[in-house]
């Protein structure tokens, strides 16, 4: 059976048989209650989901599961313009406070939109507001990810759209706290060549994101990514965090999703 074609609805998946630590992003099933992404995701063999914030935690422990990533500060409004620090440097200190609490690892952050300001000014903006907070971090045992985004389809304008200066930004930061969640979709439109990126720049990439490109919609085999080797490439790297799906169903979520989990099964 080709890797990409549907599992069998009767055949279990079980993530848990895989090296990847797979989880999956709730904005992209909106017409599911958490509690049935929930229930989904442990089905799935996933260890937990999301982008959540802390209204969202009782829930997700009641199914044993954790928040893999915690969501932050608004994405345009980011680190690399001073005029948004202290806003998102506040929702940040909570993110990080409210994940401790639970003992749970990952905070995202964003470096927001250009507004004008050019690529150095903006990576050393982001470079002082991290310097504030990534010691807080470091106390929670919580690690910052800027994520890697798109500014070609989907965010016009946003600075962190590519692996070579958010590589630098956490070198300048110089701290285990501060990584960058890769997102394969988004860096396939910006940069491709994923497996070989991954491999060298593994160890500043901190989480990662999953979508076919184009379209975001389903690890299926009308876009372009084909997922099990990239997934292989990133389970040898030693890689022990969390690995979440995110793409916007196009077809029926819950098969699409046992879909892209049992692919990403290595
Ligand atoms: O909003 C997006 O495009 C994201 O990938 C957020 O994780």
Known sequence: QDAVAATPATESVDAKQGRLNQSVCKWCYKNFSLDDMCVAASKL?????????????????????????????????????PKFHDEALEKMNAAIE??????????????????????????????????????????????????????KVNHADYMCDNSEWGVELVKQVGSDNFKLLYDIYHMQIMEGDIIRTIEKN???????????????HELDDTQELFYPPI???IADTGYDGYFAHEFIPAGDPMTGLQNAVAQCIV
């Open 45 to 81: 063999g996933m260890v937990g989901i999301d982008l959540l914030g802390p209204d969202d935690f009782p829930t997700l422990k009641k199914h044993g599961l954790v928040c893999t990533m915690v969501g932050s500060h608004s994405l345009a409004n980011g680190l690399c313009d």
């Open 231 to 233: 997934a292989r490439a």
């Open 202 to 216: 593994h160890p500043y990439y901190g989480h990662y994101h999953t979508a076919g490109n184009p379209g975001r």
């Open 98 to 151: 409210a994940t401790s609490a639970e003992g749970w690892k990952n905070v995202i952050c964003f470096s927001g939109n250009a507004r004008g300001i050019d690529r150095k000014t903006g990576m050393k903006n982001c470079v002082d507001a991290l310097k504030k907070i990534v010691p807080v971090a470091e106390a929670a045992g919580v690690t910052l990810q800027m994520e890697l985004l798109n500014s």
